[in-house]
Structures are given as structure tokens and as C-alpha cells.
């Protein structure tokens, strides 16, 4: 059980963020407060929490010591953070530790650090390379970059959420190596479509072809992960379509800045970015194998 005496909100309760808030409730953490932009969603989770659900992020900081922030992109992660925001983080941001834990930009995180550390507060980037199983159970693997003393504070905390903690260096770091981790499974998952794709297109049998694959070099988690719900069309939603295209972008954006060309990372973001468009953003990433298996298209 927690022995720690820091109070812990979140921002940003959908499926991860809730999650671990439930899974720090669980082991004997204060959860004071819950804020997301779905009103219902937050509001349902204060009331299984017994905490409050806060009309805005900064009454989440007013009332905790250390916020997790689990939102969606770059700009929801600025808006979190404006300077001269009465609703903002930073209005209560003093004294605070701010745990943030979206995959965004690199740069995002060192503009937020350098915002909070301003207003007499600290931030530490915690990304996560797992999913909801693992968030509910505690154990994901977390990669965190900022201040050693900003992983030190959050430390206690982050033990309780992961079975695998690693401190990567200064703001950003740990964004890059997110970017990365996401960049090359996405890349093994457009692979691995159109591997079985192609299986089907030959009349091969699918279950004996992951079979195969598994004992081969076309071997990966992926194929643990997403193999069998490609072959039953079952994409119910543990890392969505629309994430898979914004972290292969951040990816592709940190490539075009230092001067690489990365085809096979640009192809696999341009196949999420049209399941993106046809309506398909909130499928599960496997779903890329409807663009590949030739019995599904249209």
C-alpha cells in the first residue's frame, strides 16, 4: 500500500488516465481530483473514486500535489499550459509536480517544463510503451525525462503504475524514444497486414500462417498483439488509429528536422492518416488491415 503523503489528480480521463487513477486508488493513494474534457466521462470516475470532479485542470492542481496529464496531442497539452489562463495548470502551478504522459512532441515538453519551473513548479515527462491491461494492473513500462529531481519526487508514484521504470535524461528525451517505439510498431503492424493480407489473397490458411510466422524472423509482438483480431476483423479499441497517424507524424517531423529520409515510416503514416479520413480514427491500430486484405475492399 502507498505510503506517500503527495494528493494526485489527473487531467485527462479516458482510457489510460482512468486506468491509473483507479489503479493508484487501488493501492492506498489520495486521488483528490479528476478533470477531462467529456464532463460525464470525469464525472463518473470521481464518483467511483470518491474524488472531486473539477470544473477545470487548475482546480485538479488547487487540490493535488502531483497531477497526471493524459491528453491527446500537442495542442491539447499547450492548452493545458497557457500562461495568463485562469483555468490552466499553471494558475496553481507553485509547488506542484506535473506528470505528463501523452505522447507529444519533444518540444512540447521542454516549452511546458520551462512554463511550469517559471511558475515555482515542476514537470516530468512519464511516457507509456503499454496499454490498458497494463495500466489498470500497474505495470507499464515508463520512459521519463526532466529533472532528477522531478523523477525523484514522482518516483513513489510511478513505481506503484509500472513494472518497468526507466529515466532517459533531460525534457524531451524520453519523447524522442517514444516517438521511436511508436514510429517501429507502427511499422511492424503495417507489415504484418499486409503479410496476412497477401496470405489470404494466395488462399493460405491464416491461423497456420501466424503459427509461422511466429517461429520465424516475421516473429514480433505485434503479431501477439494484433495478429489474430487482423484475421476476425475484431478492432475494438486498445491503441487507436488516429494516435498510430499523430505519433508516426511526430516521428516523421523529427526525421524531416535532422535531415532523414525514412520511407517506411512515411508510408505507414500515410496508411493511418486515410483509415483516419475514411472515419476510422477510434478502431484499434490493427485495423490498417482493412486497407490490405483484398476481400475487404470496397
Not at 485538479?60 to 489562463?85: G, I, Q, S, Y
Not at 516475421?218 to 497517424?245: I, K
Request: a negative charge.
Amino acid at each position: 500500500m502507498a505510503d506517500s503523503m503527495e494528493k494526485v489528480g489527473f487531467v485527462g480521463v479516458g482510457r489510460m488516465g482512468a486506468n491509473m487513477a483507479r489503479r493508484l486508488k487501488d493501492v492506498g493513494c489520495r486521488v483528490t481530483a479528476v478533470s477531462d474534457v467529456d464532463r460525464e466521462r470525469a464525472s463518473e470516475l470521481a464518483q467511483e473514486l470518491k474524488a472531486e470532479c473539477a470544473s477545470t485542470p487548475a482546480r485538479v492542481a488547487e487540490l493535488a500535489t502531483v497531477v497526471f496529464t493524459v491528453v491527446t496531442d500537442d495542442a491539447a497539452m499547450r492548452k493545458l499550459f497557457t500562461p495568463d489562463n485562469v483555468g490552466s495548470l499553471l494558475a496553481q502551478a507553485k509547488g506542484r509536480l506535473f506528470v505528463n504522459c501523452a505522447t507529444v512532441s519533444p518540444a512540447v515538453h521542454v516549452e511546458v517544463e520551462a512554463l511550469v519551473e517559471q511558475q515555482g513548479g515542476h514537470s516530468l515527462e512519464a511516457c507509456m510503451a503499454s496499454s490498458i491491461p497494463q495500466a489498470r494492473e500497474g505495470t507499464l513500462y515508463l520512459m521519463c525525462g526532466g529533472m532528477p529531481k522531478s523523477f525523484e519526487r514522482a518516483k513513489p508514484i510511478l513505481d506503484m503504475l509500472s513494472a518497468k521504470l526507466r529515466y532517459i535524461g533531460q525534457a524531451g528525451e524520453a519523447a524522442k524514444v517514444k516517438a521511436l517505439v511508436n514510429m517501429v510498431m507502427n511499422i511492424n503492424t503495417a507489415g504484418l497486414a499486409e503479410g496476412l493480407g497477401l496470405g489470404e489473397a494466395l488462399g493460405l490458411d491464416l491461423t497456420m500462417l501466424q503459427e509461422v510466422f511466429s517461429q520465424t524472423g516475421a516473429a514480433s509482438r505485434v503479431l501477439v498483439t494484433d495478429g489474430t483480431d487482423m484475421q476476425n476483423r475484431d478492432h475494438e479499441c486498445y491503441f487507436s488509429v488516429a494516435h498510430a497517424a499523430k505519433d508516426s507524424g511526430i516521428a516523421c517531423a523529427m526525421a524531416e528536422s535532422v535531415g532523414l529520409s525514412l520511407p517506411l515510416a512515411k508510408a505507414t503514416w500515410e496508411q493511418y492518416q486515410r483509415l483516419v479520413e475514411t472515419g476510422k480514427g477510434e478502431l484499434d491500430k490493427s485495423a490498417i488491415a482493412e486497407l490490405t486484405f483484398k476481400s475487404r475492399q470496397t
